[in-house]
């Protein structure tokens, strides 16, 4: 994985699973069991994503099976057999080059679990998920304070180098500040590295 920021590519899974707009509603269960995944994306044409079905679209059929009015939406999904039908669209997608941070924003607000990720033109490149996201938090405490040392404190106007040391992802920086000032510009830079937990500040400043 590339140096901070890190980038939707970084962390995507490139092997998906997608069907086309006619995969009928059995073959969908079974491949979403198959995988182990909660939605596949539906494709068009040279493979361009066209929609989601998810596990919540499947459940349709059993949650509305006896319901006879109701809202219309909900019956055409009770009542569908095709990915065409049962789709979410158009789909949520991201881009390769998103920041995670950007991702994590986009589930959260759409309340997804997994975005197809597209090019430019919405052709399908992988697919990114909530534990794909969390994989920055896997990187070696050495590793975070290796990139610390360099992205942040090595640009800072000191003359008496920070110390850090990193545990569990928790960022510990030591040392005084020429001004107060860069005490949360410091923080704020350190947080932004991929794979910090928290930052604790043992500052002082001349």
Do not use: C, N
Not at 174 to 187: K, Y
Request: cysteine-free; overall charge negative; proline content about 5%.
């Amino acid at each position: 994985m590339s140096e901070h920021p890190y980038t939707v590519s970084d962390v995507m899974t490139h092997t998906v699973v997608a069907i086309g707009s006619e995969a009928p509603f059995k073959e969908i269960v079974e491949l979403l069991d198959q995988w182990k995944v909660s939605a596949v994306p539906v494709l068009a044409g040279e493979g361009r994503v066209v929609g989601v079905v998810s596990e919540a679209d499947l459940m349709a059929k059993e949650e509305f099976r006896d319901i006879e009015d109701g809202d219309p939406a909900e019956r055409r999904k009770a009542l569908a057999v095709t990915a065409g039908e049962l789709m979410s669209a158009p789909a949520v997608t991201v881009h390769a080059d998103a920041t995670l941070a950007e991702a994590a924003r986009i589930m959260a607000r759409r309340h997804v679990k997994r975005l197809p990720v597209v090019d430019g033109v919405g052709l399908l490149q992988g697919v990114v998920s909530r534990s794909d996201l969390l994989k920055v938090f896997l990187r070696d405490d050495q590793e975070i304070a290796a990139e610390v040392r360099r992205s942040v404190l090595d640009q800072l106007p000191v003359v008496t180098p920070l110390t850090v040391s990193v545990s569990e992802g928790v960022v510990t920086l030591g040392g005084s500040l020429p001004d107060r000032t860069l005490v949360p510009v410091v923080a704020r830079a350190v947080r932004a590295v991929e794979g910090v937990v928290d930052v604790r500040l043992d500052l002082s400043h001349r």
